[in-house]
């Protein structure tokens, strides 16, 4: 460790004031404090801070994505070996997953790492953790059949256009990751909709790559049933045996992540439950409106919840703190907002099979406007001091 | 009052209840860094002798508003900061103790005595000070009648000196001196915590409230944020009981109040009170301590003070904080088992075992992620990001509106921050710009 330590001091030389590599500065200090947690004296009123940092932070949002990064390597590896008409043991499917999985990984945290460094060099201010989350949650919501080329795309438009354009971290309007992904979607919709979900399916015929919301019933049918035979039972949907974006699948998992976010109260637990109730409420009541049974209209709030990219979204992306809203009655009204509308694109929208991502991206937009009204409403209540 | 918002974490180096007596010091100093706003007129110079009680400086706003030595002796020095700043005046004790009289006043004149002769007695003993005035916590202003004073048991640290060991033998003149108050307001309000109650006896029967044992509940402006019905009320005053018991002692006796009781926190170790003069040197108060370590007078909402330096009038405790600046590897993922922490991100957070506290960041400074920690704990329902984001952009109205003046400036926000967001310092360079903007 003091080795390690002398290292650092010994070429941190080499950064600063007049040093050759002083360019990248920012870099070296990047690094740095992954290593070791700076500290410095307090200088204003309060003399003493908490222990917590952004990067502590960060890092827990981080640490509740592992168990969906995880599953979704080894469920990108289980779903190609079906496809292939094999059966993989866990290890097997795992290592094929990474196959896929990595190289999206590593494009990502290259090409966002690239903007991100260029930007702080350009701009002159310290490296943001934010992007630690936004390349994990980048690749997270692609097929795994997706080209890297488009990956490169997909979070340098995240980065540049959806965070640095507005001013970088802090100053955000919309998800970084989402915004990327949402270019990638109506950009090349070939390969970000249809029969791309299953990794390696192009070598057998007759398997559908689709995802269950692409599911509708025969007339006659209801939809459940045609979900189970298509192989998109509860229980499948529920644990994520099915096709579909390489982190969006388990509802399980994601559910883990929530409790932990949660539990540690890196995220608002207002927009997580005020999420799902909307689902839930708006999938019980849509449900009972006359109609089409073969749609999604009757699938009831279970399916809803657990097919799809929804619990995905309500955990990792609408509870960024940055592009939602910063006080709690709005939390309450975004979170419940994105599971109404999500469900409402879902059945209502026949060109967007899924409605996740452009919920949340449609209230991020709106989240500054439920701020400003829940503080409008806070200061009416407060006694005036002017 | 009920209050659910504050500073949870048991905190390390509580002060022992245990009270000792320190001799006179060689210099006492009476300092202007804890005066808000004020701009100081000196009346005194070098090498001048003084009694105690004789006028030092005076606040120019308000020429009447005196500041007196607590000290018999000569003036030793007159140090000035930067801009030529006062910063404090610096008396060396010399010879027998002399004070200077003033009217004093049976309590069964108090009945009698016209407001304007009390505030021009106080004025004249260097005793005013002692009302602050809401919002912005300035010196009274004796023209006006406040809506209500409070008069808060506790002082502003977690440790500041228990109110049993500051009324200790002077119940008399804390309630001669809540009489006094009769003549300034309609209202009084006596605030105490709830865990100084027990120890209280017969001062509990003129606590009209109660506060939770919760860092801020017993700050005024918490208290008065609290309270207040109207509009009028936050023109409030207040006042604390010590400095309560000073007007008392001062009117029964006639001559100027020079004990104070303080305290001494460090990591550690438990120190009793302290009773010793007012404006004693920090060195001899704090003792020995540590390199590096940090000095304030309150770790929360106090100032840093030079060990070279005196104590204020209105400093009442000493926080020794320690400087742990050394970078830790990985840092960020520790688990952290006897860190403090707000948040749940340690394991900490699982056990009840007293904390301490350095003077350092442990991170360092980012853009606001508008993670909601700083609303989550302010006493007075603030929501801290939204106001500095409307000081920033230089909008004071949507500011004021959002309730920037009901800031008790009690430093919870920032001490919450994980951005390192230096809130309360924004917010306390606000209200002054404001208040200044005013005058």
Redesign the interface.
């Known amino acids: ?1 003091s080795s ?2 002398k290292r650092f001091e010994s070429t941190q030389k080499h950064f600063s004031g007049s040093g050759k590599l002083k360019v990248l500065g920012p870099l070296f200090e990047a690094i740095k ?25 960060m ?2 949002v981080l640490l509740s994505l592992l168990p969906v990064l995880f599953f979704g390597i080894y469920n990108t590896g289980l779903q190609a070996g079906l496809a292939g008409g094999k059966t993989y043991t866990v290890s097997q499917a795992f290592l094929t997953g990474l196959t896929y999985v990595l190289p999206i990984l590593i494009v990502t945290y290259a090409v966002g790492f690239f903007w991100e460094i260029l930007f702080a060099f350009v701009r002159g201010h ?1 490296i ?3 992007l630690l989350v936004t390349g994990l949650l980048f690749p997270l919501t692609l097929p795994p059949t997706i080209p890297l080329w488009q990956v490169a795309l997909g979070i340098s438009f995240g980065v540049v256009v959806g965070k640095e354009l507005f001013g ?4 955000n309007v919309l998800n970084p990751a989402l915004t990327g992904r949402a270019f990638l979607f109506f950009s090349y919709p070939l390969t970000m909709s249809g029969n791309v979900w299953i990794a390696g399916k192009a070598s057998v015929d007759g398997v559908s790559g689709a995802t269950a919301l692409a599911v509708t019933a025969p007339q006659g049918q209801s939809i459940t049933a045609a979900l189970t035979d298509s192989g998109f039972t509860l229980s499948n949907l529920f644990f994520g045996f099915v096709p579909g974006s390489i982190g969006e699948t388990s509802a399980l998992c994601c559910l883990l992540g929530a409790a932990f976010l949660i ?4 995220a ?1 637990f207002r927009v997580i439950i005020g999420g799902i109730a909307g689902l839930v409420l708006t999938a019980l009541v849509i449900s009972f409106i006359p109609g089409d049974g073969g749609s999604w209209m009757k699938a009831g709030p279970l399916y809803h919840l657990c097919a799809g990219g929804f619990l995905f979204g309500i955990t990792f992306m609408a509870t960024d ?2 592009s ?1 809203p ?3 009655p709005a939390r309450w009204i975004f979170g419940f907002l994105i599971g109404f509308l999500t469900v409402t694109i879902r059945v209502a929208n026949p060109a967007f099979v899924e409605g996740a991502m452009l919920s949340i991206l449609f209230m991020n937009v709106f989240a500054p406007l439920l ?1 400003h009204m829940v ?1 409008k409403y ?2 009416s209540k ?5 | 009052m009920k209050l659910v918002n504050g500073f949870k974490s048991v905190l390390a180096g509580k002060p022992d209840q245990s009270v000792i007596y320190l001799p006179d010091p060689e210099t006492v100093g009476v300092s202007v860094m804890d005066i808000p706003y004020i701009r100081p007129k000196i009346l005194v110079k070098e090498n001048d002798p003084v009694k105690t009680g004789t006028p030092l400086f005076c606040d120019k706003r308000n020429l009447r508003i005196q500041y007196v030595s607590p000290a018999t002796g000569t003036v030793r020095k007159i140090i000035f900061g930067e801009r030529r700043r006062l910063k404090e005046i610096v008396i060396l004790l010399q010879g027998k103790e002399d004070f200077i009289r003033f009217e004093t006043l049976t309590p069964e004149a108090v009945d009698t005595i016209q407001k304007p002769d009390l505030v021009r007695l106080l004025q004249e003993g260097g005793l005013w000070p002692c009302f602050r005035q809401f ?1 912005f916590k300035d010196t009274a202003d004796p023209d006006l009648e406040p809506p209500m004073i409070i008069v808060s048991l506790n002082g502003n640290d977690p440790f500041s000196p228990h109110p049993a060991a500051v009324l200790e033998n002077e119940f008399p003149a804390f309630e001669f001196g809540l009489r006094v108050l009769g003549k300034l307001t309609r209202r009084i309000v006596v605030s105490s915590r709830q865990s100084s109650l027990d120890r209280l006896n017969g001062v509990k029967n003129h606590v009209t409230h109660q506060v939770p044992d919760l860092y801020p509940a017993w700050d005024p402006g918490v208290v008065l944020y609290r309270l ?4 009028e ?2 023109r409030s005053w207040c006042i604390s009981a010590e400095h309560l018991i000073l007007v008392g002692k001062f009117l029964l006796t006639g001559t100027y109040p020079v004990k104070r009781v303080f305290t001494v926190t460090r990591p550690g170790d438990q120190k009793p009170h302290i009773i010793a003069r007012q404006g004693s040197p920090v060195k001899t108060l704090a003792g020995r301590f540590p390199d590096k370590s ?1 000095i ?1 007078t309150g ?6 003070v030079d060990p070279d330096s005196h104590l204020g009038f209105f400093d009442t405790t000493l ?1 020794i ?1 320690p ?11 520790r688990p ?1 088992i006897s ?8 394991l900490s957070s699982l056990f009840k075992t007293p904390k301490e ?8 400074e ?7 920690y700083c ?1 989550r704990i302010c006493p007075v ?1 603030l ?1 801290p ?2 106001i500095i984001k409307a000081l920033l952009s230089d909008d004071i109205e949507d500011a ?7 800031c008790c ?1 009690c ?2 926000c ?7 967001i ?1 809130l ?2 924004l917010l ?1 360079s606000g209200i002054t710009a404001y208040y200044k903007d005013k005058q």
């Open positions: 460790m390690l330590k404090t992954v290593f070791f947690l700076p500290s410095p004296r307090t200088r204003h009123q309060p003399f003493v801070r908490d222990s917590l940092d952004l990067k502590r932070f890092s827990f310290e943001s953790e934010g970088g971290t802090g100053r539990l540690t109260r890196v608002n703190p940055v939602g910063g006080t709690d701020d503080m806070k200061v407060r006694i005036p001091n002017v | 919002p207040k019905t109207t509009v009320e936050n940090l304030t770790r929360f909402n106090g100032r840093p926080n904080l400087d742990n600046s050394e970078e830790e590897l990985f840092g960020f993922i952290g860190k403090p922490s707000v948040s749940r991100t340690f506290l350095d003077c350092n960041l442990h991170g360092e980012r853009a606001c992620v508008n993670c909601g609303a329902d929501e990001s939204f004021l509106s959002f309730g920037l003046l009901d400036r430093g919870l920032t001490y919450a921050c994980p951005s390192k230096e309360t310092h306390d």
